[in-house]
């Protein structure tokens, strides 16, 4: 595996190291819709290269590949840079618990553990035989709960940031 690039210190924001939950949720809409080119392309290129004539084949695959790919885009640029582009426009740098920067195995953690967000209540659909409404309601509980992990905690930090030891800070101007 390669080593990360060497790049400049950004300059940290001294007066609000830990930026605000709104200002870090706007980033991850920002980053949504980044997300949906990444996993769009990466559906073609699977479907392309499999032959798949629809959707019901290979579709196991399918998830662990664009699973792999996301995974992928983070970790190399939370590796080389700290920041990917919804996190360079508001301004967010994510660091290990100390500030420096992510190892390339802090980085896969912290991917890991961000699925928490997600895969819990959507776990328990298939498992409960639950309807699409009561799944979708369930998720956003989760996700509002999940959401306030960072609000409650003293240094503003997400569950599956100090689960990973990292923290995202705020870059100065």
Known sequence: MSQ???TPALPVDTAGNSPTVRRRLAALLYEALI?????FVAGYLFSTLTQQRNGLT???LLAAWIG???????VWFWTHSGQTL??????????AADGAPL?????????VLAWLWFLPPLALHPLLGLKLPQTLMIAGIWFVL??????FDPQRKFLHDRLAGTRVVSVAR
């Open 4 to 6: 990360p690039l060497t």
């Open 58 to 60: 290979h579709h196991n």
């Open 68 to 74: 792999l790919v996301v995974g992928v885009y983070f």
């Open 146 to 151: 999940w959401a306030a992990t960072g609000r």
């Open 86 to 95: 919804p996190m360079k426009t508001w301004r967010l740098r994510v660091v």
């Open 103 to 111: 190892s390339t195995g802090r980085a896969i953690a912290r991917y």
């Open 35 to 39: 997300l949906f080119g990444v996993v």
